[in-house]
């Protein structure tokens, strides 16, 4: 039995879209629910339905072989897993952003807004910039809106909700995509298997 | 007449262990569990972590828990000693990974320290997979040389940042990431396909070799792959060809570490479960001349997945009245003559699993309770 972790959502339904167009559909998955893990016993799989952030942690502990999440994510959480193919999917980039007309004071720490405070300090800290982290869960944009960070680090995709908020790219950090991650030793003891899934997902997203 | 009970795996396994490095003329190491902390502080690299546990001792010196053996080995050992075989079974004091925490984490490791041949690598092999056969039926050693790495590192012309960015995406399998790393350093076609092939191969050693020696390769790449050649076939030899797989993602600092490095995998546990390589550099850092090879078993993980809550908490629960305490002691070393554990309590303990339950009555016998 396969164990694979995808993230709860729209990027989950694409992934789950390929891995089902390359033999491992699920039935069960097809019914909208809010069970969370989907067994089918014909295909040999199981699919966990996680939040994003957690599917790496799944792979890394081995509860889950496989794992489809963003490279923003592994940016951040540095788990210590395979990671064998950019799927392509969810393309976003890792962007600092601050509100249009806003100019850097270089005398004081930067206060950076953010759900990525290990990609941030990384990022400044090889600018030998200093900066104080604000750590945020989501409507980051907030954060130089109401004066409380002067920037923010996160992930862009259309640029919509920037715009929308007064707000613009400024740098961007690095670009993301969801990545197939794989767990350590069940690589290396289900190697045809998932070389296989592999092989066959690059084909798919020809 | 009190007879040894019989021994659980966790207990039974590092046993196995010593007398199989034993067998091998390999000696016990001991040592404190203090150590002054630049020892650690120095070579943070080499640990992984530069977090380790510190105390003053009554000097003011600045001491540490002892974060690693092979460290303290290497530190220890004397210059002149021409070779060393040396196990251990040791806790370790360290951060455990993703945790905030210091764990007392149990290892057993050994080091081959004076020999640099393909037998004592060989031998320092076997020993590892005879390891693995004892925590798992179904195992898996992965070889790797970091004499290949620095290799292509250098071929390729990547230094710093690029050079460190390397060894993270190779240690990811990750063949796109490469790919890309290739195209923004300007590294040539021949560089670029051996570079991705690193990350991408991954099997039985011979055919691995046979898929890198198809590309073309720096000159002083192939002593190293003729060493990890010369030990696949001694170790076929042995009888563990099936258990070897050659992986270039099996990498370990380069700063302590020059030749063949290895993982071991069993099915059960989701991270390697044994780690080892050859750490000439490390030596080299406390002046021993000597090179040098080891590997640690995380016995402290792995121990995990052989135990088994027993069934029963004791064979009998004994239960007498408190101006029974005579009648208590007879009933319940008669039983334990007869080889079965007893609890004698005046009630039942909360959540005890006994198999029977008896109660001492008023005439000083005992009578069985059901469902107690």
Known sequence: MLNIALPKGRLGDDVYRRFSAIGFSCAAMENEGRKLIFRDDEHDVSYLLVKPSDVAVYVERGAADIGVVGKDVLMENKPDVYELLDLGLGRCRMCVAAMNGWSEDISLPLRVATKYPNTAREYFSRQNREIDVIKLHGSIELGPVLGMSDVIVDIVETGTTLKENDLSVRSVIAESSARLIVNKSSYHFEKERIDKIVNDLKEVAL | ?372
């Open chain 2, 1 to 372: 007449m009190e007879q040894l009970p019989d021994l659980t795996p966790e207990e039974r396994i590092p046993l196995l262990l010593r007398s199989i490095y034993e067998s091998y003329g390999y000696r016990r190491y001991t040592m404190g569990r203090f150590e002054p902390y630049d020892v650690y502080w120095q070579n943070r690299n080499f640990l992984k972590s530069e977090q380790v546990l510190t105390f003053s001792n009554f000097d003011g010196k600045l001491m540490a828990l002892r974060p690693d053996v092979t460290v303290s080995i290497a530190k220890n050992i004397a210059a002149d000693s021409v070779s060393a075989k040396l196990y251990y079974i040791e806790n370790v004091f360290r951060q455990r990974q993703g945790s905030r925490e210091y764990s007392e984490i149990s290892q057993i490791g050994l080091e081959n320290i004076g020999n640099d041949d393909v037998y004592s690598d060989g031998e320092t092999l076997l020993l590892a997979l005879k390891s693995l056969e004892q925590l798992g039926a179904d195992y898996l050693l992965c070889l790797s040389h970091m004499g290949v790495i620095s290799a292509v590192m250098d071929w390729c012309g990547l230094q710093d940042k690029r050079a460190d960015d390397m060894l993270e995406l190779l240690r990811q399998k990750n063949a796109d990431g490469l790919r890309k790393l290739a195209d923004s350093a300007g590294l040539d076609p021949d560089q670029t396909d051996l570079l991705v092939a690193l990350a991408r191969v991954s099997g039985e050693p011979k055919a691995v070799l046979e898929e890198i020696n198809r590309l073309k390769q720096p000159e002083n790449m192939s002593l190293s792959l003729a060493r990890l050649a010369d030990l696949n076939t001694l170790l076929c030899e042995a009888g563990y060809g099936n258990r070897l797989r050659l992986d270039f993602s099996v990498l370990c600092d380069l700063d302590y570490y020059n030749g063949l490095v290895f993982r071991g995998f069993i099915r059960q546990l989701p991270s390697a479960v044994l780690s080892g390589g050859r750490y000439d550099k490390l030596m080299a850092r406390f002046d021993k001349p000597q090179p040098a090879i080891g590997f640690a078993v995380y016995w402290g993980e792995a121990e995990r997945i052989f135990r088994s809550a027993p069934a029963f908490d004791a064979d009998i629960l004994l239960l007498y009245g408190s101006s029974q305490a005579k009648d208590a002691m007879r009933i319940g070393d008669d039983l334990r003559r007869q080889g079965l554990s007893v609890r004698s309590e005046q009630s039942v303990p909360p959540d005890f699993r006994a198999k029977r339950t008896l109660r001492i009555n008023r005439d000083g016998q005992t009578e069985e309770i059901k469902n107690a």
